[in-house]
């Protein structure tokens, strides 16, 4: 019965995280979370466990990864009670359809977390996975030193790309699976990012704690129970606002890349775009369309290489419509996944940065929807409600200090903002002319905030 209302729950609104124990009294720390689904390890197949798990309304996951029979080791988590399995690795196709066909009948989820190179965003999976990611934040340097970006502000590692591509591309729900990094001591600000690299762009981070964060909060230690709360509320404040991920993104400069090209590839040319705060879409060749063009007045085309006659029939009529597009070159291809390595090395770096010199050139002028004043260290979204009355403004900190005087400056005629942050009462923000745009001012940010102008 409970299994049943279980699977009856939506896998859209699953919120994942790799679990720390298989002691009973673990779950009361789930009690007020959002956190419904647990990713467990082998060991932690204990009957007791996921019964209990399964009485208070949560999914529990078998981690299986490559070696021995996936087959086998899939049917003993269910022999445990477990709700379903998550394929994590990568396994070749043919093993992968033995296990869901042996699984077919208990009609028990199957999850698949790839690597990046293997996923495929246009098939019809349940979830689109990786365990594969950046670990978010302002990238130092040997000497202590921020790296600069291409903006000469700190460069900040995110999975920006991989979201804006997954979330065009596919209809499931995305979720990053990469843990947090080894020999490093983390803070709970460190966390927090990690969810809203995720959320911001409608994906979800399967939460995974390090070693010493799960030792201190099992033992209930007062400072690790404070950043478990500020935790939940982050990971709550999204679900209370599930609607965002439906939102489709803002602004009139569409980048038609898809996989192939390296859409998927960590530092290249869509994160350098997202660096610069420019509210953009990503159009995969397989969906580009004038109706997926939309109200885009430029588009980039980084698949000149790789269009079918279709395809530049549709960027043909682009142009003849009075749209601007920027191409790159046929002769330059841009980096694409290759073995473990989701972002580009020093040699590929090189390449990419003298592409964007011309790209940034022609972008830097252009008007594609708002402008933003003040956000070294911020990572930034921007979605648009379906009758695009209302605009939706994601602003991540990532510095360790809160933020002064942000400015943010629209086209069109807004009159109405407010600004909400988790935990925290939704307030109004005045708005005011700027030459021929609408304006708002943020007057300080501490780790996040949405704005939303109306």
């Known amino acids: 019965m409970f299994l049943a209302l279980i699977l009856a729950v939506s896998l859209a609104d699953w919120v994942p995280a790799r679990w720390i124990s298989t002691e009973l009294k673990s779950l009361e720390l789930l009690k007020e979370t959002p956190i419904n689904c647990l990713l467990l390890e082998p060991e932690q197949w204990t009957p007791g466990f996921a019964e209990a798990a399964t009485k208070q309304g949560v999914v529990t996951l078998g981690v299986v990864r490559p070696g021995g029979d996936p087959v086998e080791t899939a049917r003993q988590a269910l022999g445990r009670k477990l709700t379903g399995v998550v394929l994590e690795g990568d396994f070749a196709p043919a093993a992968t359809a033995r296990v869901r066909e042996a699984l077919a009948a208990s009609q028990a989820p199957v999850i698949e977390m790839l690597p990046r190179r293997l996923l495929r965003p246009e098939s019809a999976k349940p979830i689109l996975a990786t365990y594969q990611g950046m670990w978010p934040g302002i990238e130092v340097e040997e000497n202590g030193a921020a790296k600069a970006g ?31 990094p080894a020999k490093r001591v983390l803070k709970g600000e460190d966390y927090l ?7 911001i762009f409608g994906a979800r981070w399967v939460v995974a704690l390090d070693a010493d964060f799960a030792k201190r909060l099992l033992a209930g230690e007062a400072t690790a129970l404070k950043d478990w709360r500020r935790l939940a509320l982050h990971l709550q404040y999204f679900e209370d606002h599930k609607d965002w991920r439906a939102f489709p993104f803002y602004g009139a400069l569409g980048v038609v890349q898809d996989a192939d090209s390296g859409a998927l590839v960590s530092g290249s040319i869509l994160d350098m775009i997202a660096a610069k705060h420019t509210p ?6 397989q969906k580009l369309s004038g109706k997926a063009i939309g109200n885009a007045r430029i588009v980039l085309n980084l698949e000149s290489a790789l269009l079918e006659p279709q395809h530049q029939e549709v960027l043909k009529g682009f142009t003849d419509g009075g749209g601007t597009m920027l191409t790159s070159p046929p002769d330059s291809p841009l980096p694409a996944l290759a073995g473990d390595r989701i972002a580009t090395d020093e040699e590929q770096q090189k390449q990419i940065d003298a592409l964007w010199k011309g790209i940034n050139s022609m972008l830097g002028a252009a008007d ?9 260290g911020l990572a ?32 069109g005629t807004f009159r109405r903002a407010k600004i909400m942050t988790p935990g925290g009462p939704v307030q109004d923000v005045e708005m005011y002319r700027q030459d021929r745009n609408a304006a708002v001012d943020v007057d300080t ?8 102008v109306e």
């Open 150 to 180: 291409p903006t000469g502000s700190p460069w900040v590692n995110t999975n920006t790309a991989f979201y804006l591509f997954a979330r065009a591309a596919s209809e499931a729900p995305v979720w990053m699976g990469n843990l947090p």
């Open 193 to 199: 990012h990690a969810i809203g690299d995720a959320a």
């Open 280 to 285: 953009f879409r990503v159009i995969p060749r």
């Open 368 to 376: 594609l929807g708002a402008r933003l004043f003040h956000v070294q």
């Open 380 to 411: 930034t979204s921007f979605l648009a409600s379906p009758d695009s009355k209302q605009i939706v403004i994601h602003l991540l900190n990532y510095t360790d200090y809160p933020i002064e005087n942000i400015a943010i400056h629209f086209p």
């Open 445 to 452: 940010l501490g780790l996040y905030a949405t704005l939303i």
